[in-house]
C-alpha cells in the first residue's frame, strides 16, 4: 500500500514539473549554453536533487523550445571530445525566461499567502 502512496506522490511532482520544465530549461541555459546531461545535472544540483529531469522529459522540451524560437542548438565537442548538441537562450527566450519569471514569482507569493494566512473564526 505504501507503494501506491509513492507512485502517486511520483505522478505529482512530475506533473508540477511538466508545467514549469519550459521555464526550468531556459533558467539552466541562461549563463551558458549547455548540453542536455549538462542542464538535467544543473536543474538537479540547484534544486538540491529534489527535480528530477529524466532524459525522455528533456529532449521533447528541448525540440519544443527550439520550435518556439526561445533556444537554438548547435553541435560542439564536450570537455570529453564527444560531440553533442548544446542548447543557448535566444533573445526571444531572454524575454519570455523573463516574463514567466516574474509570473511564476507573483503566482508563488500568492499560494503562500494563503498557505500562511491565519485560520481564524469568522
Excluded: C, F
Amino acid at each position: 500500500m505504501a507503494k501506491d502512496r509513492d507512485d502517486g506522490l511520483d505522478r505529482e511532482r512530475d506533473e508540477v514539473l511538466q508545467g514549469t520544465l519550459d521555464m526550468l530549461v531556459l533558467r539552466a541555459v541562461q549563463l551558458e549554453p549547455m548540453h542536455g546531461w549538462g542542464i538535467t545535472e544543473r536543474i538537479e544540483q540547484w534544486s538540491e536533487q529534489v527535480l528530477q529531469v529524466g532524459q525522455g522529459t528533456l529532449y521533447p522540451a528541448l525540440y519544443r523550445l527550439e520550435r518556439q524560437g526561445l533556444i537554438d542548438s548547435a553541435w560542439h565537442l564536450t570537455e570529453n571530445n564527444r560531440r553533442a548538441r548544446y542548447y543557448a537562450l535566444t533573445p526571444a527566450g531572454r524575454r519570455h525566461l523573463a516574463r514567466e519569471t516574474h509570473s511564476w514569482e507573483r503566482m508563488s507569493r500568492a499560494i503562500n499567502q494563503v498557505l500562511t494566512a491565519s485560520l481564524r473564526a469568522e
